[in-house]
């Protein structure tokens, strides 16, 4: 969902991954990560890799820096194993200075765009950095003011399908008001279910809304664009956006329009119909839908298929919007895991969250959390054959 820029030669990221303690009789996990190539320190925190199993012989691989989801491994149609999200083979690959990128991040303070930055509670008008047209994008995400998928983690893990990662966000942090705790817990259960869980609590009225953003490609191969993926999203309305890719405070139904994806089909059907303002705008899909489960989490809020894997990825969350974000700005110029360079379309992002700007559309749902409030918002992927 974001524009995506690659900061540093590769050359140089692969160097500082090779700078890892590595031996030929390492541990890889089942997708061929080394975790000794996770184990660094940004900012003086040390950083690390965590794998989570079920009893079905799926895994989940997670970095503690960002929260991020490194690698999800879940069967195709043929029982093999298939790897389904982007990522980098080295935690420093995600570090700033190396690539400015969302790849498996937990995002906050606040996922999405506030417009120009500026929001105003309890009367007192805060201004966030602005990193992306003047906006603020998932609270902040450039060099010195950086959102929380820059940060290290405090992580536990109680279990093989576990994984607790806490943050402290101080008062003031990117100028949001109060002190924060924060929770993340990743849970693979079995089924292949990866849950998402989500907790905030404050000590002064602020805003929070956070997601995962993990660019999936169920085909396990992103060198095959998701465009032929078949999605479904349970969505009749969607937030249209202006030229920089902010909400206009508009719900406008998808009914006769390339974002009515009610009825099963493909994502690259009408993603370069540039004649519609609304892809044209989005440069594809990069748009939040607002959801009819609102908030249910027991029904289906979307459904990823990949006729090339089999593999299919059934989305449920608490939330009342999903961003759907085709992998616009993926340009060739980022290479990650095994070498594969992501071009674009080689992957797609479903976050789950609040509207874009809600703390400046005050007739949509509130995003503001008060102090002896606990936020709370899940998040389940599952993965199945078909």
Known sequence: MRQFLNVAAIGSMLALGACSSHSENAQLTKSGLDPEKFKSEFKGEPTALYTLVNADGAEACITNFGGRLVSMMVPDKNG????????????????PENNLSDFGASVGRYANRINQGRFVINRDTIQLPQNNFGHCLHGGGEMGDLGWQYRVYNAQQPNDSTLVLTIQSPDGDNHFPGN????????????????????ATTDKPTIVNLTNHSYFNLSGDPTHAITDNILQVNASGYTPVDQTFMTTGE?????????D?????????????????QIKNGNGYDHNFVLDTKGDITKPSAVLY????GIEMVMFTTEPGVQVYSG???????????????NQHAGICLE????????????WPSVVLNPGE?????CIYKFSVK
Do not use: C, W
Request: no cysteine; glycine share 8%.
């Open 261 to 277: 994806f009610r009825s099963p089909r493909a994502i690259g059907e009408n993603i370069k119909d540039f004649k519609n303002k």
């Open 352 to 363: 789950t969250q609040h509207y874009p700007d809600s703390p400046n559309k005050p007739n």
């Open 251 to 259: 719900i406008a139904p998808v009914e006769g329009t390339p974002f």
């Open 374 to 378: 606990t936020y709370n918002s899940e």
């Open 180 to 199: 924060m705790t924060a929770q993340v817990t990743y849970t693979l259960r079995n089924g292949n279910e990866l849950d998402i869980a989500y907790t």
């Open 80 to 95: 093999n194993m298939r790897d389904v999200v982007l990522g980098f083979d080295s935690v420093q690959a995600y570090f």
């Open 328 to 342: 616009n700005f993926l340009d060739g110029s980022v290479t990650g895991k095994n070498g594969i360079v992501y």
């Open 306 to 309: 990949s006729p090339d894997s």
